[in-house]
C-alpha cells in the first residue's frame, strides 16, 4: 500500500493506556484471556488479587462485557461501584464509621439495596423482593431511579445514624409467606434478635438477604455483585480502610450460607497482604475461590503483538498473514525483537535481547511486572519517535526497527519518574526523605551498613527502613539485609541504567 512508511505505522499504533478505565471502548478487542479469567467467568473465582497495573479492572470491565452473555445463563451482573469519576464509597470516607461492626452493617444494607434495584429493573417483581424493597423504602435507604452512589450514601447515613441497632419499637405484621414484616414501624437489626424482638418485628438484614437468595434460587437465577477500585476509598487511612476491607471479607464469608449472592471482589494483593498482616484475619484461610494474576514473558509479549497487530498499517508494512496472531511464539518473539535494536546494554554488565530489556526495565524489587508500565513505557518511546520524524529526521535503516536506544532509555526515565511520584510517593509519602538519599548513587547495592551511613541511623532504624522499601517493590532483597534498587527506580535516581549506544 503507497504511502505506508515507519511514521504512518507508528501514528496508527494503539499501544493502549495503561489505565484500563481509560480504554474501555477496545478492552474487548485486546483482551488476553489467562487462566485467572476462566476461573472467574466460569464461577470458580471470586476474589482476584493482583499488583497495581495487573489487569485486574481489566477482568473487572470484561465481565460487565459479557453481561448478556451471563445473563442467558440465569446470572445477573451488578457493580458496586461507579466505573469512571469519584467512587461510590467516597461517603464512607467523608463520614467514616467508628468500628467494623458499623462497617458490616454497611456493606449488608449496600448489597440488599443493590439487588433489590437490580430485580426491580428486570422485573422480578416477586413476593419476596418487593417485600424486601418496601422495607428499604420505608427506612429511606431505597428509592427508584436513585444512583449507586445515592444507594451507599443513604446506606451510611442511615447506619451512623443508629446509635443502637438492636432496639426498635411498635407492632408490626408478618407476612406468613414471606416471614417478612408487611409494615416495619422500627428498623433493622444486625444481630440476631430475641424472640420478642422478631415479635415487634424486628428483622435481621441478613435475613432479608436470605429471604432475596431464596426467592433467585427457586427462580434459577444468582447475581453477582462486582466489587473494584477499593485502593481508593481510604488512600491514606490505613487503619480506617482496613476496617472496611475487613468487614467485606466477613460479609464475603457470611455470603456462603447464600448461594444465589456471589461477591466479586478485585483487590490490590499488597492491600490484601496488609490488612491480614497487622492483626490476622482467620477468615483468610477460608477464602479458597481466589486467584491471583502474575504476568510472566510470553504473556506480556503476546498481549504487546495482539495491540501491534491490531494496526492494518503495522500489519501491511510487516507483510503479516491475517492468522499471525495463531502462530508460533518464536515467531512473535523474532517479530517483537526486530522493532528494536538487536542488543540492549544495561549498566555495562553486557547486552540484552530487546523484549528482555523492556521486561527488566519494567520489574519491580519483587520481580513483578505488570501490563501497565510495560504499555507506559511504549507509549513514551512512540511518542519519541513520532517526534523525531516529525522534525525531520530519517528512519533507521534497518527494515523493521521503529524504536532506537535513545527513545527507549527516555521513555525508561518517563516511566521511572511515573512509577515514583504516582505509586510510590503517592501511597508512601513516608518513604521520600530515604530514598531520595540514593539521588546519583554510584553503586545500586547496599547493605545494612552502607544504608546507615546513608540514612544517617542506626541499624535497627536502617533494617525497618529496608524492610519497608523492599516490601513496596523498591529495593529487591539479594541476601541477608543485602539490596539492589531495581533499573525501574534508577533513571528517577539519576543512575544511568544503559550506556548511550545510538544504533541506526
Known amino acids: 500500500m503507497a504511502g505506508i512508511d515507519k511514521r504512518a505505522v507508528l501514528e496508527s499504533l494503539d499501544i493502549g493506556n495503561g489505565v484500563a478505565e481509560r480504554e474501555r471502548a477496545v478492552l474487548k478487542d485486546f483482551f488476553l484471556e489467562s487462566s485467572a479469567w476462566r476461573k472467574l467467568r466460569t464461577g470458580n473465582a471470586d476474589l482476584v488479587f493482583g499488583p497495581k497495573g495487573s489487569g485486574k479492572s481489566t477482568l473487572f470491565f470484561n465481565v460487565i462485557e459479557h453481561e448478556y452473555d451471563l445473563l442467558e445463563e440465569g446470572i445477573l451482573i451488578v457493580s458496586s461501584e461507579n466505573t469512571a469519576g469519584e467512587s461510590v464509597f467516597s461517603a464512607a470516607r467523608q463520614n467514616p464509621p467508628e468500628n467494623e461492626e458499623e462497617y458490616i452493617a454497611i456493606w449488608k444494607l449496600y448489597i440488599l439495596a443493590l439487588?433489590?434495584?437490580?430485580?426491580?429493573?428486570?422485573?422480578?417483581?416477586?413476593?419476596?423482593?418487593?417485600?424486601?424493597?418496601?422495607?428499604?423504602?420505608?427506612?429511606?435507604?431505597?428509592?427508584?431511579?436513585?444512583?449507586?452512589?445515592?444507594?451507599?450514601?443513604?446506606?451510611?447515613?442511615?447506619?451512623?445514624?443508629?446509635?443502637?441497632?438492636?432496639?426498635?419499637?411498635?407492632?408490626?405484621?408478618?407476612?406468613?409467606?414471606?416471614?417478612?414484616?408487611?409494615?416495619?414501624?422500627?428498623?433493622?437489626?444486625?444481630?440476631?434478635?430475641?424472640?420478642?424482638?422478631?415479635?415487634?418485628?424486628?428483622?435481621?438484614?441478613?435475613?432479608?438477604?436470605?429471604?432475596?437468595?431464596?426467592?433467585?434460587?427457586?427462580?434459577?437465577?444468582?447475581?453477582?455483585?462486582?466489587?473494584?477500585?477499593?485502593?481508593?476509598?481510604?488512600?491514606?487511612?490505613?487503619?480506617?480502610?482496613?476496617?472496611?476491607?475487613?468487614?467485606?471479607?466477613?460479609?464475603?464469608?457470611?455470603?456462603?450460607?447464600?448461594?444465589?449472592?456471589?461477591?466479586?471482589?478485585?483487590?490490590?494483593?499488597?492491600?490484601?497482604?496488609?490488612?491480614?498482616?497487622?492483626?490476622?484475619?482467620?477468615?483468610?484461610?477460608?477464602?479458597?475461590?481466589?486467584?491471583?494474576?502474575?504476568?510472566?514473558?510470553?504473556?506480556?509479549?503476546?498481549?504487546?503483538?495482539?495491540?501491534?497487530?491490531?494496526?492494518?498499517?503495522?500489519?501491511?508494512?510487516?507483510?503479516?498473514?491475517?492468522?499471525?496472531?495463531?502462530?508460533?511464539?518464536?515467531?512473535?518473539?523474532?517479530?517483537?525483537?526486530?522493532?528494536?535494536?538487536?542488543?540492549?546494554?544495561?549498566?555495562?554488565?553486557?547486552?540484552?535481547?530487546?523484549?528482555?530489556?523492556?521486561?527488566?526495565?519494567?520489574?519491580?524489587?519483587?520481580d513483578i511486572n505488570t501490563p501497565r508500565d510495560l504499555i507506559e513505557l511504549l507509549n513514551f518511546a512512540k511518542d519519541f519517535e513520532i517526534d523525531r520524524l516529525v522534525m525531520g529526521e530519517r528512519p533507521y535503516r534497518a527494515q523493521n526497527l521503529l524504536f532506537n536506544h535513545e527513545g527507549l532509555s527516555k521513555a525508561g526515565g518517563q516511566l521511572s519518574a511515573l512509577k515514583m511520584e504516582q505509586t510510590v510517593f503517592a501511597e508512601h509519602p513516608d518513604m521520600r526523605q530515604y530514598i531520595d538519599a540514593f539521588f546519583e548513587s554510584i553503586p545500586r547495592n547496599f547493605d545494612i551498613e552502607k544504608l546507615c551511613a546513608l540514612w544517617s541511623c542506626d541499624e535497627v532504624k536502617a533494617k525497618a527502613v529496608s524492610a519497608k522499601l523492599a516490601d513496596i517493590g523498591f529495593f529487591k532483597v539479594t541476601g541477608r539485609y543485602r539490596y539492589l534498587i531495581p533499573v525501574l527506580f534508577t533513571h528517577y535516581l539519576g543512575i544511568n541504567p544503559s550506556k548511550k549506544k545510538f544504533d541506526r
Not at 426491580?120 to 452512589?149: C, H, M, P, W
Not at 510472566?296 to 507483510?319: G, M
Not at 498473514?321 to 508460533?328: A, E, G, M, V, Y
Open 115 to 366: 439487588i433489590v434495584d437490580r430485580c426491580s429493573k428486570d422485573g422480578l417483581n416477586f413476593r419476596e423482593i418487593k417485600a424486601v424493597e418496601q422495607l428499604l423504602t420505608q427506612e429511606g435507604i431505597y428509592k427508584k431511579g436513585r444512583t449507586i452512589s445515592g444507594f451507599f450514601s443513604s446506606v451510611v447515613e442511615y447506619v451512623k445514624s443508629r446509635l443502637n441497632f438492636n432496639t426498635a419499637e411498635g407492632e408490626v405484621e408478618i407476612d406468613p409467606a414471606t416471614g417478612i414484616p408487611k409494615k416495619l414501624k422500627g428498623k433493622f437489626t444486625f444481630a440476631e434478635p430475641s424472640e420478642s424482638g422478631r415479635e415487634k418485628g424486628l428483622l435481621p438484614i441478613s435475613d432479608a438477604l436470605m429471604a432475596c437468595s431464596k426467592f433467585l434460587l427457586d427462580e434459577r437465577k444468582s447475581i453477582w455483585i462486582l466489587v473494584d477500585r477499593l485502593d481508593v476509598i481510604f488512600a491514606n487511612d490505613k487503619k480506617a480502610e482496613a476496617l472496611a476491607l475487613r468487614a467485606l471479607f466477613r460479609v464475603y464469608g457470611e455470603m456462603h450460607a447464600m448461594p444465589a449472592i456471589k461477591l466479586k471482589i478485585f483487590l490490590r494483593d499488597d492491600i490484601w497482604r496488609d490488612i491480614t498482616r497487622e492483626s490476622g484475619f482467620r477468615e483468610a484461610s477460608h477464602l479458597i475461590k481466589k486467584v491471583s494474576i502474575s504476568w510472566e514473558k510470553i504473556p506480556l509479549a503476546n498481549l504487546l503483538i495482539q495491540r501491534l497487530v491490531a494496526s492494518e498499517n503495522f500489519r501491511i508494512f510487516y507483510r503479516l498473514p491475517n492468522d499471525f496472531l495463531r502462530s508460533t511464539n518464536k515467531n512473535k518473539m523474532g517479530l517483537i525483537n526486530s522493532l528494536f535494536p538487536r542488543q540492549m546494554n544495561l549498566f555495562g554488565e553486557g547486552t540484552e535481547r530487546a523484549f528482555d530489556w523492556l521486561i527488566i526495565h519494567t520489574r519491580d524489587g519483587k
